[in-house]
């Protein structure tokens, strides 16, 4: 297993420093104009032709046998060369050499404990903060892998749905609370013939969407209908199923944040189509600006793209704003006035921490705008992985679709009816993170004691992180006012850019690889997901257990005092 | 405002072309007409929780304590579950990091890949590789992963038997990909005849197609044949000798109600056959835990094993899967335990082995009961279900119903379909869907209903299915056998 992903990692390093080295000279045939400063764009095109050429690393034993081994199969049907061309394409934004990096010191200081200034015990922690971008791929919170626990009242009645013929038993009383046993028949009587391991409705059970338009409706006061609601295994199926209703070839643009959650760089390239970008402005608090828009827009369109869709990710991934209410009214006018879908990626809903900041959704916004069914189409993606519950192993997940003709909304039903159905324990919990425990329930104060412990620790690291970010020399850092992250840019000195180029790092990986040798901290180099051309960031999760906040902050401390004063002009 | 985006005019071309039988035409009216409130039995889909079977309990029990691990450290737990579970439940906890609620790698948790592995190599009598296993959210999911890192463009063909089930053809067109169909011989019990695979493959290249991969459904849906040894061996030379990756859809592998021709993988006679084939046909096999005696569908639980695929392949199926996060860790658990079941001496293990084989057993008589039921049918032949979960009778329909059909509209067999609905409340999916020989009709029932329920469902039938012979045949002759 680890020779497995160290070799993978082999690959796709080598992939990168070529990639890189290709970005750096801009006059390279492949390099597309239009994406000409951003190197994490062009990948996706040029991903391509580096997964066939030669590693520069492969002089090693293991490497080169399996070299050979690959060559054994360049006759059989399925290579790398003749495989999908849009799979190779779709990019990796976030797995790269610092998680590489991360897994050999950690296996260093297995083989030989104290070869590192720094404990194992540590990098270890520290390391399932992103054991996702380690093993997954993209950059997502994985709360419960760093001890976060589950919300009992919820997992009380997904225990009994699981496993309802206890229910009637007396002994079950005594372990489960009353509410969850009541709630749990309240479901399987929802569940035709209330059986869990049947294959439901391709949009999931009629009467749990029934409980979660309801609780929309509750959220933003005004209609919800469960026939608009498609629930899936997580928010990423919903995007992909969107994205494969939508592209139809390279011609056909999905406007991105940047910097933006590589879910959708990725299911992009993986269905053929363009990624246009706008650029979230940090000197606002990551805001939105239209005539950010506009301008895209018109490049693309002058370009022959034809835009049909923009994503907005409220609050904001990796950038951890929430949107003010005006700004959203302005994305409505927008996606309505241009023909754009308006897809709302709001799977961050509930992560909300500052006083002057509100989640509303953009359904909300558009319906309190006057705008109805027929005037916007509009897709809300929620998760049941994130908020207070972080129920990521779960796979749950719906899309409430609003603004489509019933032909398209037929197609979407089949689409969904291909894969059967979601699984049923993801679907019974998105009810359930739409419909908790009410004021009486028995279950309401120890639900309330854990969902508020959970989110006001968040917001306390968040706090903590983001003060610690900004009395560093040349770091500067937005509040994170929602989400799991902070995105602060650090201004690295010239001589450090220098280094990083001498070694064919980029510098934000450079930065990111150098903290992590002397410290064992793990952060994501901001390259993964976009930012202005010449600026660079590091992505943190808020994530860490709250007694590893300060080792954490004073470990960074210390490692950038010394990163400065090495390199500082 | 300027139109829409997403007009059904613009939508991405392969989204309209694809179609899903299982769910299409006959389900939606049977939906209407059970909110009308008419009984309906659903034999649409293999769903057999839906239709009463219950759940085996020591899965559930193991499945529930993951689900609320605080249980595990509360006294009284032992009066409700029994201490296989709770060991069992433990065991898995460790596996994970942060319990059902973190996610896992994306191609399913390690420890549960191995115990898939070990479930292979005693079935097979070779070694597996963990490394090779993705656990998957059903078997779905996992032949739309494989099929997608298969198919470039309209010229790259897939062939798929006709009768096939339609997930193939549905995600065939959703990729934009070729479907090259072979026919299987329904008067050589559904038999795959190797003459004409060749036939199919030499008409698919005359027109330009490159034949990548063949699919094979084993044992078969809708047809419910079992393969033979000998015809595996056929298919793999077949495979070895046209550079085709074998897909083995080996769901119904449990689903056996016949002791002459017991389930063999496709991987197992592969090995068997040894150098070179052993070492470069490349397979890739589908199981899951919505099928057998389990029939655990609402958990979406499957695998794929991969055997002789490049590691950079490999690697960038891998990567595709990745972009999903992981599969859920409820159903990866159901996997584990399906491929590792209580042993005997377990507390647990007498009640699993009485419920799955009073599961297995039921399966075969009512196997047994629909064959012998279409068979005494007026125009009705049907083969026997020898593995699966399905009954696919043919049908003769007179030409007169066939014109009936077709100023009707539809289909003959949809027309089948829809009279047998508005008469009798059982829901069929017509053979159109799955494909079939021209000018030959089938329906394909499921053999899920409640065993006391088989023999009501089976008089009624005949009764419709007598009725409608009489009105349309005019005893000048049938649509083609």
């Given at each position: ?11 796709i390093?080598?992939?990168r ?101 720094f ?42 749905c ?11 009383q ?27 409705h ?33 928010a ?29 760089s ?149 689409v ?70 902070l ?15 001498s070694?064919?790092?980029?510098p ?23 930012q ?19 080792a ?18 | ?17 694809c ?10 009216r049977?939906?209407?007409?059970q ?80 115990e ?16 090779l ?37 549905a ?88 002791d ?65 996060l ?10 584990g ?69 077709k ?9 089948y ?65």
């Amino acid at each position: 297993m680890r020779r497995f992903a160290s070799e993978k990692s082999r690959i796709i390093l080598a992939h990168r420093r070529n990639l890189y080295s290709v970005v750096q000279n801009s006059t390279s045939p492949l390099y597309p104009q239009r994406f000409s400063q951003q190197p994490h764009l062009c990948s996706s095109f040029l991903l391509r032709f580096f997964n066939t050429a030669p590693s520069p690393s492969s002089s090693s034993s293991s490497s080169s046998s399996t070299d050979s081994m690959a060559n054994d199969y360049s006759s059989t049907p399925v290579t790398v060369d003749s495989i999908n061309p849009k799979v190779l394409e779709c990019e990796y934004a976030v797995r790269g050499e610092v998680v590489t990096l991360a897994q050999r010191l950690q296996q260093e200081l297995k083989d030989n404990p104290g070869s590192h200034p720094f404990d194992e015990k540590l990098i270890e922690t520290i390391l399932v903060v992103t054991r996702d971008e380690e093993i997954l791929y993209c950059n997502i919170g994985n709360p419960h892998s760093l001890g976060q626990q589950p919300i009992t009242f919820f997992r009380e009645v997904l225990a009994l749905c699981d496993h309802p013929s206890i229910l009637d038993r007396s002994e079950t009383q005594g372990l489960f609370s009353a509410d969850s046993i009541e709630r749990a028949f309240q479901i399987l009587d929802q569940i035709p013939g209330r059986a869990t391991g049947a294959y439901s409705h391709s949009q999931g059970i009629k009467g749990l969407r029934d409980t979660i338009a309801a609780g929309i409706e509750a959220r933003d006061g005004f209609p919800a209908d469960p026939n608009d609601i498609f629930l899936t295994d997580g928010a990423s199926p919903a995007v992909h199923m969107m994205m494969q209703l939508l592209i139809r070839s390279k011609n056909d643009g999905i406007f991105c944040p940047i910097p933006q959650y590589p879910l959708y760089s990725a299911s992009i390239a993986l269905h053929g189509g363009t990624l246009v970008p706008y650029y979230l402005d940090e000197a606002k608090g990551w805001g939105m600006e239209i005539s950010e828009l506009k301008n895209q827009l018109e490049s693309a369109r002058s370009n022959g793209i034809n835009v049909r869709a923009l994503v907005v990710i409220n609050p904001g991934n990796p950038t951890g704003q929430v949107l003010a209410e005006d700004n959203q009214r302005q994305i409505v006018d927008f996606c309505k006035k241009e023909g754009l879908v308006l897809l709302a990626d709001e799977v961050y809903q509930e992560n909300v921490y500052v006083p002057d900041k509100q989640f509303h959704s953009f359904k909300k916004v558009a319906r309190s705008m006057g705008y109805g069914e027929k005037d916007i189409s509009l897709v809300s993606f929620q998760s049941i992985s994130k908020g207070y519950y972080g129920e990521c192993g779960k796979r749950g997940g719906y899309m409430e679709i609003t603004g489509f003709s019933p032909e398209v909304r037929q197609q979407i039903y089949k689409v969904a009816s291909v894969n059967l159905c979601s699984n049923i324990s993801g679907q019974i919990l998105a009810s359930l993170i739409m419909n908790p425990p009410k004021v009486g329930d028995e279950s309401y104060e120890s639900y309330t004691a854990e969902k508020d412990g959970i989110l006001s620790s968040m917001a306390r690291r968040a706090k903590k992180l983001e003060e610690a970010f900004n009395s560093l020399e040349g770091v500067t850092c937005n509040r994170a006012e929602g989400a799991m992250y902070l995105f602060p840019r650090i201004l690295l000195p010239k001589k450090a850019i220098e280094a990083a180029k001498s070694v064919n790092k980029a510098p934000d990986t450079y930065y990111v690889s150098r903290l992590l040798e002397a410290t064992g901290i793990v952060f994501v180099p901001g390259s993964g997901f976009g930012q202005v051309p010449g600026t660079w960031h590091v992505r943190s999760t808020i994530l860490p257990q709250e007694d590893r906040i300060e080792a954490v902050i004073s470990l960074f401390t210390k490692f950038h005092k010394e990163f400065m004063d090495e390199f500082r002009d | 405002m300027s139109s829409k985006s997403l007009d059904y005019e613009n939508l991405n071309e392969n989204v309209k072309k694809c179609q899903y039988a299982v769910r299409g035409e006959l389900y939606l009216r049977a939906s209407e007409l059970q909110k009308e409130g008419k009984k309906i039995i659903f034999t649409n889909v293999g769903n057999p929780h839906a239709l009463g079977q219950k759940p085996l309990t020591f899965p559930r029990q193991v499945v529930a304590l993951c689900q609320a691990p605080f249980l595990l450290d509360d006294p009284n737990v032992g009066l409700v579950f029994p201490a296989d579970a709770i060991a069992r439940a433990k065991h898995y906890l460790t596996l994970t990091s942060g319990g059902l609620g973190a996610y896992s790698d994306s191609r399913g948790l390690p420890g549960v890949r191995k115990e898939v592995a070990e479930f292979i190599e005693r079935r097979d009598g070779y070694p597996s590789d963990p490394e090779l296993i993705f656990l998957t959210d059903g078997a779905s999911k996992g032949v739309m992963q494989i099929l997608n890192a298969i198919i470039r463009n309209a010229s790259d063909g897939i062939l798929v038997p006709v009768p096939q089930y339609p997930l193939y053809s549905a995600t065939i067109s959703l990729l934009g990909g070729s479907l090259v169909p072979y026919y299987l011989e329904e008067t050589a019990n559904w038999g795959l005849d190797i003459v004409n695979l060749r036939q199919s493959v030499a008409k698919a290249r005359s027109q330009g197609i490159t034949v990548r991969a063949m699919v094979i459904i084993n044992p078969g849906n809708p047809t419910g044949q079992c393969l033979s040894e000998t015809n595996l061996k056929e298919i793999i030379t077949f495979c070895y000798q046209n550079n085709v990756v074998l897909l083995g859809d080996e769901v119904y592998q449990q689903n056996i109600y016949q002791d002459e021709r017991p389930f063999i993988s496709a991987r197992k006679v592969l090995m068997d056959m040894g150098p070179p084939m052993s070492k470069e046909v490349e397979l890739v096999s589908f199981h899951t835990v919505s099928k057998g005696y389990w029939g655990e569908c609402g958990q979406r639980g499957g695998y794929f094993e991969m055997t002789n695929i490049s590691p950079k392949t490999v690697e960038e199926i891998y990567k595709v899967a990745s972009i999903s996060l992981s599969p859920n860790v409820p159903g990866q658990i159901f996997m584990g335990l399906m491929v590792s079941p209580p042993k005997p001496g377990d507390i647990s293990y007498d009640r699993y082995v009485r419920e799955s084989k009073g599961i297995l057993e039921s399966l075969r008589r009512r196997a047994q009961i629909m064959t012998d039921g279409f068979n005494s049918c007026r125009n009705v032949v049907c083969n026997f279900t020898e593995g699966a979960m399905y009954s696919f009778p043919q049908i003769r329909l007179p030409p007169k119903a066939i014109e009936a059909a077709k100023s009707a509209g539809k289909v003959p067999d949809v027309y089948y379909c829809l009279k047998l609905l508005e008469a009798t409340g059982i829901s069929t999916v017509p053979g159109s869907g799955f494909g079939q020989k021209e000018g030959v009709f089938h329906l394909r029932t499921t053999i899920l209903p409640a065993e006391e329920d088989m023999p009501a469902i089976m008089d009624s039938f005949k009764k419709f299915n007598d009725e409608f012979m009489e009105q349309y045949e005019d005893h000048k002759g049938y649509s083609r056998m």
